[in-house]
Nanobody, 115 residues
Framework: QVQLVESGGGLVQAGGSLRLSCAAS????????MAWYRQAPGKQRELVAM???????NYAGSVKGRFTISRDTAKNTVYLQMNSLNPEDTAVYYC?????????WGQGTQVTVSS
């Protein structure tokens, strides 16, 4: 069973930056999609950014130009660099991978942006 462990969340002031990390417990040559989702209180979980195995990226309109998804294959880690954060970015951020014919989620990491 693959485990995804997120880290890097925390409290930051508006305009600040954070980098989230998602470390997978094992490598795979069959990763289809890596992504970050977020869920704010009282709202549905939404896609923030995704990265395909062929390095095609896609971003939610609300974060385009501010967030960057990337990966380090040697470290089995996916990153989400978040810049120019605003209070609307406050949410629990979840790592997601579609790999080996299965879907995996991390446990989530809280990001809180104060105004």
């Amino acid at each position: 069973q693959v485990q995804l462990v997120e880290s890097g969340g925390g409290l930051v002031q508006a305009g600040g930056s954070l980098r989230l990390s998602c470390a997978a417990s094992e490598n795979s040559a069959s990763i289809v999609v890596m992504a970050w989702y977020r869920q704010a209180p009282g709202k549905q979980r939404e896609l923030v950014a995704m990265l395909s195995s062929s390095d095609i990226t896609n971003y939610a309109g609300s974060v385009k130009g501010r967030f960057t998804i990337s990966r380090d294959t040697a470290k089995n880690t996916v990153y989400l660099q978040m810049n120019s954060l605003n209070p609307e970015d406050t949410a629990v951020y979840y790592c997601y991978q579609n790999r080996d014919g299965n879907v995996y989620w991390g446990q989530g990491t809280q990001v809180t942006v104060s105004s």
